[in-house]
Nanobody
Framework: QVQLVESGGGLVQAGGSLRLSCAASGFTLTYYRMGWFRQAPGKEREFVST????????YYADSVKGRFTISRDNAKNTVYLQMDSLKVEDTAVYYCAAGRVDRGSLYAPEPYAYWGQGTQVSVSS
């Protein structure tokens, strides 16, 4: 079965760093984009970053550009999100998602067919 499992969340002070991991299983990632979305309490789910597995192209929301880095480990079928210079406004549940590269927008959540359960990231001032 298709499964995405996030890990690496936690509580850090503003300016600190976290590295999130998303391990994928049950499908071949070659034709997929792997993305990170986040959702704060009372807010809608928003795009953070995504990576096209075959070409390694990366994309970032303006709010995290220059601070977050998405990467992959092909052997482990794992995508990472390195989060540096964290801000209080980065506090949210972070979700890993996978979607076919021919299934619409990189930035909208709807084309992503598979989702992890989420990992909490809390940034204190």
């Amino acid at each position: 079965q298709v499964q995405l499992v996030e890990s690496g969340g936690g509580l850090v002070q503003a300016g600190g760093s976290l590295r999130l991991s998303c391990a994928a299983s049950g499908f071949t990632l070659t034709y997929y984009r792997m993305g990170w979305f986040r959702q704060a309490p009372g807010k809608e789910r928003e795009f953070v970053s995504t990576l096209t597995w075959s070409l390694g192209h990366t994309y970032y929301a303006d709010s995290v550009k220059g601070r977050f880095t998405i990467s992959r480990d092909n052997a482990k079928n794992t995508v990472y999100l390195q989060m540096d210079s964290l801000k209080v406004e980065d506090t949210a549940v972070y979700y890993c998602a996978a979607g076919r590269v021919d299934r619409g927008s990189l930035y909208a959540p709807e084309p992503y067919a598979y989702w992890g359960q989420g990992t909490q990231v809390s940034v204190s001032s």
